[in-house]
């Protein structure tokens, strides 16, 4: 099975109730495809001539696909800018910013390519069981982006007040989707690691050679190094997807265990993810003992943050996390006080009851078929864990 060979096999279009009528913020429609959100709204900030702050959107939208989401300047250009990649369609005024709460969910159409007769046919039967039983709502791999070839979370040191470890896993981890030049600046500082005024001599222009240069100062001056100063020098973004990154694995582990509470006996699926082992359910077990239908049941991200009385909630969340050798309380950082774990909850499925399934003749690939995907998802939920539910077979 072949996903993404086209841009336009993986269309994704934001869903919003946001209406333009009146307001300081120039309302707008991003159309792109081969670019990531960010490097838009740099070319945007770079076109326009403004500050990158008056720029506003939901969420990120993947770079590999052909999508649409919602952009609000304030105090923006009143017209549509188009470049190769991208095109931004005005369509109003709006009295406030837009941002993730505004979005209601996402609409997919997905192509998949290169299948066989009996894929097909196993994809069909797992699409019957998404739209009677839902679809687990794991947080699929691209959340997972920070982790390293060490495995190690970064937020877990962090936790911990391991200072040092953190900025080594943030900075010299490698990573296996390392450009040339990250692959070498990051060898750099695994050679020169602990002599940082050598170190910094060796690194090219950067923002990790300016961290180094805060460590390098402390060096020559003969003052302790300061590593949670040097971390806390990272740019927040980076510091907040380390912390969700764990946290995600977290719930994901527990998902897990909740699906196979639920789970007929014969009918778990296994399958990993970058978060650890996880699972597929084909059909529920009529004689579970939650309390809870699945469609139902919402979790808890775990945090010390969260409070739960005692009960079945609290010993899986201090079950999950004692696998990592922490407990409940240290899921938690002290410092900077601008970064901290999210204290929401999220359903552990999620209803796809109107997901469309056509399969054809693949155009791509002679004596092949392909399958054309159509569906939504809530803010936040993954087409790609959809994509694995139908395609990942049972062993």
């Known amino acids: 099975m072949k996903l993404k060979r086209l841009p336009e096999d993986f269309l994704v279009d934001e869903l919003s109730q946001v209406t333009p009528a009146a307001g300081e913020f120039a309302l707008y429609r991003l159309t792109k495809q ?6 838009v709204i740099n070319s945007v900030v770079e076109r326009w001539k403004i500050p990158r702050r008056r720029i506003s959107y939901g969420g990120l939208k ?20 188009a470049q190769k990649l991208f095109e931004l369609e005005y369509l109003g005024q709006v009295n406030r910013a837009f941002t993730a709460a505004d979005i209601d969910g996402n609409r997919f159409t997905i192509t998949l390519r290169d299948m066989t007769v009996e894929e097909v046919e196993q994809a069909q039967s797992a699409a019957e069981d998404v739209r009677r039983d839902g679809l687990p709502n794991y947080f699929d791999d691209q959340r ?7 495995g190690e979370w970064i937020a877990k040191p962090w936790c911990l ?3 040092e470890r953190t ?12 450009r040339s030049d990250d692959k070498k600046q990051k060898e750099i500082l695994r050679e020169h690691w602990g002599r940082w005024v050598e170190c910094k001599q060796a690194l090219d222009r950067s923002h990790t050679r300016s961290i ?31 912390l969700s990154a764990f946290q995600s694995a977290l ?18 699926i296994p399958f990993e993810l970058k978060s650890g082992p996880a699972c597929f359910v084909s059909a529920f077990s009529s004689s579970s003992d939650s309390e809870v239908a699945p ?4 979790l808890p991200l775990p945090s010390a943050r969260g409070k739960f009385d005692e009960g079945p909630t609290l010993d899986l969340i201090n079950s999950v996390v004692a696998e990592e050798g922490l407990e409940k309380r240290q899921l938690r950082v002290k410092y900077p006080r601008d970064s901290f774990f999210s204290k929401s909850s999220r359903k552990t499925i999620i209803a796809v009851p109107d997901l469309e399934f056509e399969s054809s003749d693949d155009d791509l690939y002679p004596q092949r078929k392909k399958v054309r995907l159509a569906f939504d998802l809530p803010r936040g939920s993954y087409a790609t864990i959809l994509v694995k539910r139908l395609t990942i077979a049972r062993e």
């Open 34 to 39: 081969s670019i990531g959100t960010p490097e």
């Open 62 to 81: 993947d770079k590999h696909a052909l999508t649409t989401q919602f952009v609000t300047v304030h105090h923006g250009p009143r017209k549509p800018l």
């Open 144 to 150: 997972f982006g920070s982790l390293g070839f060490s």
């Open 161 to 163: 007040g391991n200072w």
């Open 167 to 178: 900025l080594w896993l943030a900075l010299a981890d490698p990573h296996p989707n390392d």
């Open 212 to 242: 180094v240069t805060f460590l390098a100062d402390k060096e020559a001056a003969g003052k302790l190094i300061d590593f949670r100063g040097a971390f806390c020098n990272l740019n927040i973004d980076l510091r907040g997807l380390y």
């Open 251 to 268: 719930w994901n582990r527990m998902v897990t265990r909740r699906l196979k509470e639920n789970a007929a006996p014969d009918s778990i």
């Open 295 to 298: 469609l139902e049941e919402e």
